[in-house]
């Protein structure tokens, strides 16, 4: 990703997104139905790569922990479940991973050439 501005400048996100897990938790141990869908979702995405399990006890000089929360679509066979990760949360500093990003060319062009 292409950063706008340092990473630096997000500031504390660990506590807001532990307090946002706990909440997570809380509907989900309400909810088996929706527990083992978000298991699975996690599951996936380990074994795809797309994330890894931290066994370090040491914090990064450098972090941001993004929060997530799973939206059930019962009506979908192939998504019952969609994962959303929350970047444009404004955390300590007012800044949200989505706001230090740097845009992104305009892609309308390249989808048009992809059509014909």
């Known amino acids: 990703m292409a950063f ?9 996100s660990k506590q807001t997104a532990i307090r946002r897990l706990n909440s997570l938790w ?3 141990e309400a909810n088996p139905n929706l527990q083992q869908l978000y298991r699975n979702f996690i599951y996936k995405y380990l074994d795809m ?3 890894e399990q931290v066994f370090e006890v040491s914090e ?6 993004m929060p997530h929360h799973g939206v059930l679509r019962p009506d979908s066979k192939s998504t019952p479940l969609r994962t959303v990760f929350d ?3 404004a955390i ?5 991973l989505n706001s230090i990003l740097a845009n992104g060319g305009v892609i309308q062009a390249i989808h048009y050439l992809r059509c014909y």
């Open 60 to 65: 990064p000089t450098v972090a941001y922990y």
């Open 4 to 12: 706008s501005k340092e990473s630096s400048c997000l500031g504390e």
């Open 26 to 28: 809380r509907k989900l």
């Open 92 to 96: 300590t500093t007012g800044e949200s």
């Open 87 to 89: 970047a444009s949360y």
């Open 49 to 51: 790569g797309h994330m």
